[in-house]
């Protein structure tokens, strides 16, 4: 940071203490307000800091970094977070809240301290301030808040002398200066911050003292409620089934959250949910409320269930009334209108992982079966969602006038809680909020209202932007509703009482759309066509898979060409995990589906058949799919018909904190026709997203995939690769022309529940043959795992005995950190885990198919000429290791193909010099043999050490040799030593 910037804001600083310390009777008098300390040292300090917090640069309202944080209710009475402080572009992700007081009451109370740490939890904020410019409090926001111990979480505090004190000053201005928080200072102070996890496991003086951020709290307040109500409503009628409670619990919960939401954001004037049960009919009182509100908003919340009727019992009376009275203003910790809309689908989407089982005798909350197995619910963090909402939504609206996006359709077809849609509304607003600032005239003819000087949406055009431009799709009937929620609550965010009546009383509407028709609960990738699909499944199973068709339900969107951009995060589900007639009709159905595929192939390949024309499709979907076989299909299609705009290789890090798989990012665009290259770019953590400023960013022609193995979608830069390929593979022959490349025997038996086992042996006896396995196989050498009684007429596939019994090449099918490739001249037989490399001269009296194939095809004269020592040098290279990992491997398995297809650089026997490079390279390998035997019977430390080293100088002249032999320059050798 420079030194003359904290040096001007320190003089400024310097100044108004000395202005506080001429008129300090006057500023501690009980006559000097809250607006004038602002007005006279609040603005002007943090104008100091960097901040322009008078809007003299930043004059859009929509694009200020300092704001007036919206209005807020505590302990009844309406209140505001004084200052809130962002960093463009994020201007709506406020890093820190300023709470200004008058001088002439003491800062340092329970109840301004809690109050501004509230306001900071409620962000995920770890720091906040409160300040009367007389003194400066950091307070500690980590906590939940409690009233208790609030005064014992001041960070540090300042009086204001202490500014004038360099040291001290640059504490506070290294901390909160502009510069300061936008090179991430707040986060940085965050981790030094004192450590503290979890509840606490002893009674304190403070039981309730908690480090937990607001989701992690409010998913916990609303799980306890389920859990109460769902044993309320139980106690009322035994005979409720697991699917009304789960059903009944979560309408229930979502109506006393969206009321909440309602009274906080002072939408709603009257307290509603604190006086259910005041005249001890708390569930009545909360049903007449809900339909009241019905009657004014519509939407999914209210909307006529079974709990309203009156054959419903409704929960036990005062269980209802304690949870209530918990929930109210006057009691809860939670300020429902500061939680951001993005956090609260956060918890839902992990609330939704549950549901309600009953039993005759008890109520308990389970995970879903699906959940359980998958091993929790991920939910995509935010700063991904709006990552590729940006840049797809965003990116396609950009320079479109309000006429041409309300003809745009945006959908994520597999929405979970609405996170991705909620994101997609809010990029639509901000961009419509641009235009109208833009374009005035066109904003009042458009209906824009104005509201402190500027024109803004009304209620009315945003109910026109959600169901215009946003669709939904989700298996789970829960899951939509909670979107049709987060969405309500979106469009409600920045309105009022006075608006929200404006819209009844000007238009005679209800406030919120119906939006049943935009988010729909069914299959996205079962179609009706499964009905009649052989005829395979009952009524309730059908009605489990909830088929649906979209030129059915989206009738209008599909019509003209279907949606504009599909974005979203589809279940990652293995298809071995699905039922086997629903795994028939997957592979039936979606031709990119073959193997051992995953569902989320299934759900790219939908969402290809619902875009439009030039229409964008992004997904983050696992690493997985970039070097998969089960993924080679779909590669391939998308290489031919399609455009590659953009591949986020997020690979060095983990997205999601609680799933172990690694990401990526894909956007593709419906178009043969554009010529523009396929971006890439590698991100080592979460932060660059933040800047923007990748690790690495280049671009590459997408038609350069099909060089690779299975059109793997390759994230380093490799355009060099191609040309060092290019090289290695002059005047080269492939293996399969000199050996035959084969599996080992899979010895369990054929028929029989006898596994592999039976058949080996640790000991030594009469017919048995010696065995080894993958995990036995090192380079150059092996180990002997036992002995094997070879029995060809019960093995599953026993292979035929010259496979094993001839000199050959093994190497274990299961790629580690390399390629490993041993010599073996003792026959031994092995297992399904080895690869065999038997050069074909050896297999001449084979009456094998697949070895009389190979004797057929391939000249056996010309075998001969090759040694082992030879080719085993060559296949345990870091330049043939380097070849396989860039062109051949997806990862993890090395198959027969992929050996048989390595380069073997052709050798003329007749010109002296290739000769001699092809025995130098015998000679050496030789070498290493005779090296090893010394290690293995060294009989000291120093004699072993001193072998070791020995045997690592002939290993790398070997690569020497073989880097010779290829004819690769220092350049090229370096490129793959980096690897």
Request: hydrophobic share 35%; aromatic share 14%.
């Amino acid at each position: 940071m420079k030194e003359q910037n904290f040096d001007s804001a320190y003089e400024k600083v310097k100044e108004l203490v000395i202005k506080f310390q001429q008129g300090e009777k006057h500023y501690l008098s009980q006559f000097y307000q809250e607006a004038e300390v602002r007005q006279d040292f609040l603005d002007n300090f943090f104008t100091a800091l960097g901040w322009d917090v008078t809007h003299k640069e930043q004059k859009n309202p929509y694009e200020q970094e300092v704001k007036i944080e919206k209005g807020v209710r505590v302990s009844g009475a309406q209140k505001r977070a004084d200052y809130s402080f962002a960093i463009a572009p994020n201007f709506r992700d406020p890093l820190f809240f300023v709470e200004a007081k008058k001088p002439a009451k003491a800062l340092r109370n329970a109840q301004d301290y809690f109050q501004s740490i509230r306001y900071g939890w409620h962000k995920a904020h770890p720091l906040s301030i409160l300040t009367d410019f007389e003194e400066f409090h950091i307070l500690d926001c980590r906590y939940t808040p409690d009233i208790n111990n609030s005064l014992d979480k001041c960070y540090k505090r300042y009086h204001y002398t202490d500014y004038l004190d360099k040291e001290k000053f640059a504490e506070i201005y290294f901390l909160f200066s502009r510069e300061a928080v936008a090179n991430n200072s707040i986060e940085n102070i965050s981790d030094t911050l004192p450590k503290r996890k979890g509840k606490a496991t002893t009674k304190t003086l403070f039981p309730y003292e908690i480090h937990q951020t607001i989701d992690e709290a409010f998913l916990e307040e609303i799980d306890g409620i389920r859990e109460k109500l769902a044993k309320a409503f139980k106690k009322q009628d035994e005979n409720l089934t697991s699917e009304e409670l789960t059903e009944a619990t979560q309408r229930t919960i979502d109506r006393l959250v969206f009321i909440r939401f309602l009274e906080d954001k002072l939408i709603e004037q009257k307290h509603y949910v604190s006086e259910f049960g005041e005249k001890g009919t708390a569930w009545n009182d909360f049903i007449s409320a809900c339909r009241k509100l019905n009657a004014k908003y519509n939407g999914i919340v209210f909307k006529e269930h079974f709990i309203d009727k009156q054959t419903f019992a409704g929960p036990e009376v005062n269980e209802f009334r304690i949870i209530c009275q918990d929930l109210c203003h006057l009691n809860s910790q939670f300020l429902f209108n500061e939680i951001p809309i993005h956090i609260l689908g956060s918890i839902y989407e992990r609330f939704l992982g549950k549901v309600v089982n009953a039993t005759a005798k008890r109520v308990t909350v389970d995970e879903k079966p699906e959940v359980k197995k998958a091993g929790g619910v991920y939910y995509t963090p935010k700063y991904i969602v709006d990552y590729i909402v940006r840049n797809s939504v965003g990116k396609l609206i950009e320079g479109k006038t309000s006429e041409e996006i309300a003809e745009m359709r945006f959908a994520d077809i597999a929405c979970g809680s609405g996170s991705f849609l909620i994101s997609v509304f809010d990029c639509l607003l901000i961009y419509y909020q641009k235009y109208y600032q833009k374009y005035k005239a066109k904003a009042i003819t458009d209906g824009c209202i104005e509201k402190d000087g500027q024109m803004v949406l009304s209620i009315k055009q945003k109910q026109k932007i959600l169901l215009n431009n946003i669709y939904g799709v989700d298996i789970d009937q829960q899951a939509t509703e909670v979107t049709q929620l987060s969405l309500a609550l979106k469009l409600l965010e920045d309105e009022t009482t006075a608006t929200a009546n404006d819209m009844q009383v000007l238009f005679h509407e209800k406030i919120l759309p119906d939006m049943s028709k935009n988010i729909f609960c069914g299959n996205s990738l079962i179609g009706t066509d499964i009905l009649t699909f052989n005829g395979l499944f009952s009524g309730d199973e059908e009605k489990k898979l909830n088929p649906m068709n979209f030129k059915d339900v989206f009738k209008n969107v599909m019509k003209v060409g279907g949606f504009d951009v599909i974005i979203g995060n589809p279940p990652y589900v293995n298809i071995e995990n699905l039922e086997e007639d629903v795994k028939k009709y997957f592979f039936a159905k979606y031709k990119a589906c073959k193997g051992r595929t995953d569902i989320y192939i299934a759900f790219i390949e939908k969402a290809l058949s619902c875009i439009k024309q030039n229409g964008l499709i992004s997904f983050i979907i696992p690493y997985a799919f970039t070097n998969q076989n089960y993924g080679a299909l779909l590669r391939a299609s998308l290489i031919k018909d399609y455009f590659i705009k953009e591949i986020v290789d997020t690979s060095n890090y983990f997205v999601f904190d609680t799933a172990n798989v690694k990401n990526i990012i894909l956007t593709i665009q419906n178009s043969k026709t554009i010529k523009d290259k396929t971006i890439i770019k590698v991100v080592n953590c979460s932060e660059e997203f933040n800047t923007l400023n990748f690790y690495k960013t280049f671009s590459i022609l997408q038609n350069t995939f099909i060089a690779l193995k299975d059109f793997r979608f390759e994230t380093k830069p490799f355009s060099n690769f191609l040309s060092i390929k290019n090289n290695i593979c002059k005047k080269t022959i492939p293996l399969k022309n000199i050996c035959l490349v084969a599996y080992g025997a899979r010895i369990n038996h054929k028929t029989k529940d006898i596994g592999k086992d039976h058949y080996i042996s640790f000991e030594q006896k009469k017919g048995l043959v010696p065995f080894c396995e993958g995990k036995n196989i090192d380079r150059y050498n092996f180990e002997q795992y036992g002995w094997l009684q070879y029995t060809p007429t019960e093995h599953y596939n026993s292979m035929f005995p010259e496979l094993f019994e001839s000199e050959k090449l093994m190497f274990i099918n299961v790629v580690k950190d390399r390629l490993r490739f041993a010599y073996d001249n003792l026959g031994f037989y092995n297992s399904h885990t080895v690869i065999n490399c038997v050069r074909l001269d050896k297999l001449i009296k084979s009456t094998h198919p697949s070895a009389k194939k190979a004797l057929r095809e391939n000249n056996l004269e010309f075998c001969k000429n090759y040694h082992y020592f030879y080719l085993l040098a060559i296949l345990n290279s870091n330049l043939i290791n380097w070849y396989f990992i860039t062109f051949l491997s997806e990862r993890l398995h090395f198959y027969p193909n992929d050996a048989k297809n390595l380069p073997i650089k052709e050798i003329n026997f007749k010109n002296k010099t290739e000769k001699g490079q092809h025995d130098k390279i015998i000679s050496l390998v030789e070498k290493l043999f005779e090296v090893k035997r010394e290690i293995m019977i060294s009989k000291t430390e120093k004699d072993k050490t001193y072998s070791e080293r020995k045997y690592s100088s002939i290993d790398s002249a070997i690569d020497e040799e073989i880097y010779k032999l290829y004819n690769l320059s220092i350049d090229e050798i370096k490129i793959i030593e980096s690897i």
